[in-house]
């Protein structure tokens, strides 16, 4: 079995053409564009096999057209099964950060740069559902692939396949790309949440008036931890397109907490203690308190908001990281 995969191994890097991950925008020259017949296209060729038999046996001019008719067509589907792969461009879009447990979004851009539609270009990733592409003809398309996650840290993407069977199904290109993409992977919000510690004293107390409960002050975008009762329903209902949204509130006295690595329980192991601090800053962000992290060797000061909201759970995420 570890022959078989060295081999796949092997293969998949001369069929790259270079190295992974490749330099962008990746064009898939001709050298990269493989065809092979289907089933179909086997099972083809030996009807044909047969016909020409037949004919020559019966002498019958009008099988001998017909055989060449077809085998004509089999020839001709082969270029055009190539030339729907071929020249094609690559370029990453977007992937961004998930928890653990959800899906990793890799966003890639095809560049259709020929007068001639791209049809039925099937994308996949190794283990993953196919999905469907129709590029119009000097254009471009955004695609987006879903890799199922596991495990915190960064979660490169895998060799990409594209195959084709276009236009009759006798032939099948295909290539391989393995773009420069990765995505964070945070860890998944524990189910039990640390306490939600008040200001030490020596941090200042309370931060004066800030984001609380009490009156409607705005909105924000939709982060997965918030609680459902804070979603803007109303505003996702008039932009069935839009992405969710959630309702910001003024009053209170906000609140400094403060999340430490070392005043968890010391029975938890590692994975378990990050995941219960990501729940603690999840849910810091969603009731709009400021928050603090510590880590063994890394200390994040009070601050709110999106950007330290992702800045706290990256370094979850990357702590120790595997």
Not at 42 to 56: G, H, R, T
Request: proline residues 8%; positive net charge; hydrophobic residues 50%.
């Amino acid at each position: 079995m570890n022959l078989v995969a060295t081999l796949q191994e092997q293969f998949f890097r001369w069929a790259l053409r270079g190295t992974a991950p490749e330099a962008v925008p990746i064009r898939l020259t001709r050298h990269r564009v493989y065809v092979l017949p289907t089933r179909f296209g086997v099972a083809f060729a030996l009807m044909l096999l047969v016909m020409l038999i037949a004919a020559i046996n019966y002498d019958l001019a009008l099988a001998y057209a017909l055989v060449f008719l077809l085998a004509g067509l089999g020839v001709v589907s082969i270029f055009h099964s190539f030339r729907n792969l071929a020249e094609l461009c690559i370029t990453p879009g977007r992937s961004p950060p998930t928890f653990a447990g959800a899906d990793a979004r890799f966003s890639l851009i095809f560049d259709n740069p020929s007068a001639r539609a791209r049809s039925a270009i099937r994308l996949g990733l190794s283990g993953q559902p196919e999905i469907e592409l129709e590029i119009p003809p000097q254009d471009k398309l955004e695609a987006t692939l879903r890799l199922p996650t596991r495990d915190r840290g960064w979660l490169a993407m895998p060799r990409l396949r594209l195959a084709t069977v276009y236009p009759l199904g006798l032939i099948r290109a295909w290539a391989y790309a393995a773009p420069a993409m990765r995505c964070l992977v945070y860890p998944a919000p524990h189910a039990l949440a640390p306490p939600l510690c008040a200001a030490r004293e020596d941090a200042g107390g309370a931060l004066g008036r800030g984001p609380g409960l009490e009156d409607f002050s705005g909105l924000r975008q939709h982060h997965p931890a918030d609680p459902l009762r804070h979603v803007a329903w109303k505003a996702a209902a008039r932009t069935e397109q839009g992405p969710l949204l959630t309702k910001q509130f003024d009053g209170g006295e906000a609140q400094q907490v403060w999340l430490d690595f070392d005043a968890l329980p010391a029975t938890a192991d590692l994975e378990t203690r990050l995941s219960m601090l990501a729940r603690g800053v999840c849910d810091a962000q969603a009731r709009g308190l400021a928050c603090a992290l510590r880590l063994p060797g890394l200390a994040l000061a009070p601050a709110r908001g999106d950007a330290h909201y992702a800045a706290c759970l990256a370094a979850l995420a990357l702590h120790e990281a595997r």
